[in-house]
């Protein structure tokens, strides 16, 4: 009887663990090499509002086809995005190229 209470107390102890965990929401941003200013800006826009609501922001460079030798504008452009919001948030993982994609993660900052 004693080992069914123990159980019955774990359970209860795991599920409060659970509900007080902050669940992590990551949003997406997709741009293409040659972004033109006025997307970039508007993308921005979204990257800010994700950040200040405390999801995290991944934001990505997609190269189609032969548009792979802009790989550079792709860096330039992640790290211009991460330089305009260093205020909203710190860089988790600095842009890297996986396949076709470079991506980048940014984390909101902490509010207090």
Do not use: C, W
Request: aromatic residues 12%; positive net charge.
């Amino acid at each position: 009887m004693d080992y069914k209470k123990f159980l019955y107390e774990q359970k209860k102890r795991d599920k409060s663990l659970k509900n007080k965990a902050t669940k992590v929401t990551i949003k997406e941003i997709r741009f293409g090499p040659n972004t033109d200013e006025h997307d970039y800006e508007f993308k921005k826009k979204h990257a800010v509002k994700f950040l200040s609501e405390g999801a995290k922001l991944k934001a990505y460079v997609f190269f189609k086809g032969r548009s792979i030798i802009y790989k550079d504008q792709g860096q330039i452009l992640l790290l211009r995005l991460a330089q305009e919001l260093e205020e909203y948030g710190k860089v988790e993982q600095m842009p890297k190229l996986e396949g076709k994609r470079m991506i980048m993660f940014i984390a909101p900052k902490k509010t207090k």
